[in-house]
């Protein structure tokens, strides 16, 4: 079994920047694909962003490309997602999620979830 925690959610302004961090523990991730998504009120959860296990090769949904960051530390056993120029659309919780087979395509993908942090941008 795999526990992801995440932390780094709060209040921003808009235009403001937050770092979030994905700590597992039980076994280590290295092997591992990882994802964040998110979930705003009364929407669907969705795919925001996703690492391979090497690191090598990162995916991003449209809506966040070239403002979010996503890396690995897997000495650590951690994953973070960097998110800069936040706009009040980026409100939502985000979570965390692991793939043992290491495809990051989709949800049905992940295998372990983490509980989500809340990310608020103010307009």
């Known amino acids: 079994q795999v526990q992801l925690v995440e932390s780094g959610g709060g209040l921003v302004q808009a235009g403001g920047s937050l770092r979030l961090s994905c700590a597992a523990s039980?076994?280590?991730?290295?092997?591992?694909?990882m994802g964040w998504f998110r979930q705003a009120p009364g929407k669907e959860r969705e795919f925001v962003s996703a690492?391979?296990?090497?690191?090598?090769?990162?995916f991003y949904a449209d809506s966040v490309k070239g403002r979010f960051t996503i890396s690995r530390d897997n000495a650590k056993n951690t994953v973070y997602l960097q998110m800069n120029s936040l706009k009040p659309e980026d409100t939502a919780i985000y979570y965390c999620a692991a793939s043992i087979t290491g495809r990051t395509g989709t949800r049905s993908d992940y295998n372990y979830w983490g509980q989500g942090t809340q990310v608020t941008v103010s307009s």
């Open positions: 039980g076994r280590t991730i290295s092997t591992y694909g």
């Open positions: 690492i391979i296990w090497t690191g090598g090769s990162t």
